[in-house]
């Protein structure tokens, strides 16, 4: 039986499909969330407050928000079991490698879309080339260009707003540095979608130990005219976390951007580039909405995902215990391969190309 933790678009989407190969619980402290979910066991609360369904659990997936995912999964590590991990945990997860490798089982943090998918791809490029410089870029956006904001809230709103405040890290000249996600704009043309515009942001998380490039970043893909929008909001203090009058300027601006039609079309744009010897190698692929499914893209790319890599998990694919950052995934080859054909079955394809 496999544990999924959380009933959100993510959950869901993970839920259903491990429940096409294995026996699925999902559980939630909302019951309204539970409700969406069909097909499956369903438990309400806390999940220690069920240790009979936790020990029963051959492995965890869980899709809870990074605020609360360290402590969560500090306990079901320490209980023996193996845990995937979508969430954006602030906290360092190679400090869960004691606990992991002491409960004799494995931790895939970052186990999503990006970082997560990425990783790997990244992780592939870096064990068979040693490339010099890699770039990730990555985006989830509407299908259309229509909002005010040339963008729209493809994911958690919270998540959203921290991309445009927190420090990006990258390398340059084979240094770990931090800049400003808004000091820069990058501009790119991408088949199949046209001309987009990106910003640092910082997706590199594990990469920054387990690879040593000379240049190395994450860039987020918005439409045009999306990155002078959101300098503005910045600078005017709707993001500022100083109380007026009982809330703050991003509470109220996150509320509003949270009431924002969520029912569109959306597509992820993906292309991972390694540089090396006057040679470059790129993976690319753009997914969209699955009508069939009523499933968005965002949830496609992040959940298969991380079904992706617990069934590699399970499978025995993967050695060892402690922690296994999703670039591990990239590392071995056969382990990669396995990945890219358990996507490909889930109609996510990456399109190859080297100059």
């Not at 869901?12 to 499956?40: E, F, M, Q």
């Not at 991309?163 to 400003?180: N, Q």
């Not at 942001?201 to 970043?217: A, H, I």
Request: net charge positive; charged share 25%.
């Amino acid at each position: 039986m496999i544990l999924v933790l959380g009933a959100g678009t993510v959950g869901r989407t993970i839920a259903r499909d491990i429940s096409n190969y294995d026996s699925v619980t999902v559980c939630d402290v909302s019951p309204a969330a539970l409700k969406s979910v069909d097909g499956v066991r369903k438990v309400k609360g806390n999940i220690f407050d069920h240790p009979h369904i936790l020990e029963r659990a051959d492995a965890v997936i869980s899709s809870l928000p990074g605020s609360i995912s360290f402590g969560t999964v500090s306990k079901i590590l320490g209980a023996g079991k193996t845990v995937i991990d979508t969430s954006f945990m602030p906290e360092d997860p190679f400090r869960l490698d004691r606990i992991a490798n002491a409960g004799r089982c494995i931790y895939v943090p970052d186990a999503g879309y990006a970082p997560g998918l990425t990783n790997a791809l990244a992780g592939h490029i870096y064990a068979e080339h040693k490339p010099e410089s890699i770039t990730i870029y990555v985006g989830g956006l509407p299908e259309s260009d229509t909002s005010p904001l040339h963008h729209a809230v493809t994911f958690n709103v919270e998540g959203l707003v921290d991309e445009y405040l927190r420090p990006a890290r990258m390398v340059r000249d084979g240094r770990i540095v931090s800049v400003d996600p808004l000091s820069e704009t990058v501009e790119i043309d991408f088949p199949q979608v046209g001309r987009l515009e990106g910003f640092y942001s910082d997706g590199l998380r594990t990469m920054l130990k387990t690879m040593k490039v000379r240049e190395m970043s994450e860039i987020t893909l918005r439409y045009p005219g999306h990155l002078a929008v959101m300098r503005a909001l910045v600078c005017l203090g709707f993001f500022s976390g100083r109380r007026i009058g009982g809330c703050s300027p991003r509470e109220i601006s996150e509320a509003l951007l949270s009431g924002t039609d969520r029912n569109f079309r959306d597509m992820c744009v993906t292309r991972v580039t390694a540089r090396w010897d006057g040679r470059r190698i790129d993976y690319s692929s753009v997914d969209r909405y699955d009508s069939s499914t009523s499933t968005s893209s965002m949830a496609r790319m992040t959940g298969y995902s991380a079904s992706a890599f617990a069934r590699i998990v399970l499978g025995g694919e993967i050695a060892g215990s402690g922690v296994m950052p999703p670039e591990y995934f990239g590392f071995n080859s056969s382990v990669f391969r396995a990945l890219l054909r358990a996507l490909r079955s889930r109609g996510i394809v990456f399109r190859k190309s080297v100059q």
